[in-house]
């Protein structure tokens, strides 16, 4: 564990866009003001997560406000609970616990990741948000893509993280569906944007239908390129920009 993620008082923030919501201070505003889970917060608490880091600070509103996001923060300072603590929040009820059918069928949550390893990092710490519970998190494999290509279980499922590459090769075969895919999170989107991925990503982002699909992509950095590619792919996005106070 890396015990020097820098609180959001020690960096500079700007967030640019129509209408950005404020920033919260501490984890415990998202429950008073977007009725964050008891449980999320709760877990929070007990992994030592216990003040927002910057883009945290301003990422969750902005994601909670159902909003795109285009964020640009160091490596280190907590980008994978700023887009899952909403992810979370917003499916709100895992699919086997839903009594009601307006959720419809199959994944409501995605995040690509660029290479196996980062996403079953992101798969961890989703586990530990996620702690009591039955959420179905699957790390996306040549095993549980098999697993998935049930429609049953995939109907059962809430959230994929995936690479690309693995998620297009289901696409094709038409084992998976992301039409009910509301949240679509690409990490290390420098990569993700860059020639060798973005044509997996368009294929992905083409394939999740869904009419209130929301969008967020994170980085440590954006290239002038890959930063024109996120803005066409991005509806009324808010840019949010994290650097080191004093540097
Ligand atoms: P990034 O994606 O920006 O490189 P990570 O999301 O991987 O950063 O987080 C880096 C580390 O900081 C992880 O170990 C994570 O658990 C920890 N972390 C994230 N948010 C907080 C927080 N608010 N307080 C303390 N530690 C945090
Ligand atoms: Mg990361």
Redesign the pocket.
Known sequence: ???E?P?ASKQRVTAKGKDVPAAVET?HELRDRYECPQLLLAN?EK???????G??AYGVPILMEKRDVAAI??????????YLIPMISLLGTPISQSSSEDKGKGVRGLVLAPTRELAG??YN?CL?LCQGRKWRIVLYSKATAATLSNKEVRDKTDIIISTPMRLVASLKESKIELANVRHLIL??ADRMLDAEFFPQIEEVVESCTHPSLQKAI?S?TLPAGAEQVAMKMLKNPIRVVVGLKDT
Do not use: H, M, Y
């Not at 992994?47 to 880091?53: C, Q």
């Not at 923060?73 to 700023?82: D, E, F, N, R």
């Open positions: 564990d890396t015990p993620v609180k984890f929070l992994n030592g997560w216990k003040t927002p880091t883009i945290q923060s160091p490596t280190g300072t907590g980008k994978t609970l700023a990092q992101i710490e530990k990490d290390e994170f440590a």
